[in-house]
């Protein structure tokens, strides 16, 4: 089978009418611009751009920091950042600190 690869930087020609009948243009999903309003959310994201998978576990170590710390805003943070990327690593964490 044989199929057409256009060379870098050329529209398909096949693709050409599909991109003339649309506007191009970027939406975001939270109609706020580019900027990220919620701070747990950005933290999250950024985390798990660092991270990957073992982001909830991070958060959950950093929620764990803060509570020794005895800062107990950051961990209510932390805790929202980790229920962000994993809801039950945060409710199993919510559970020990509770027992």
């Known amino acids: 089978m044989l199929r057409f690869a256009p060379r870098y930087g050329?529209?398909?020609p096949c693709l050409?009418?599909?991109i003339q009948a649309r506007h191009l243009r970027a939406v975001n999903d939270n109609s706020a611009g580019s900027v990220c309003q919620d701070e747990a959310l950005d933290t999250a994201l950024r985390l798990f751009a660092a991270h990957g998978f073992s982001a909830a576990a991070r958060?959950?170590?950093a929620a764990v920091i803060a509570?020794?710390?005895g800062e107990p805003g950051r961990v209510e943070f932390w805790v929202e950042v980790c229920a962000t990327l994993d809801r039950r690593m945060a409710r199993?964490?919510?559970k020990r600190k509770r027992s």
């Open 10 to 12: 050329i529209i398909s």
């Open 16 to 18: 050409s009418r599909r």
């Open 59 to 61: 958060a959950r170590d």
């Open 67 to 69: 509570e020794r710390s």
């Open 92 to 94: 199993d964490f919510l």
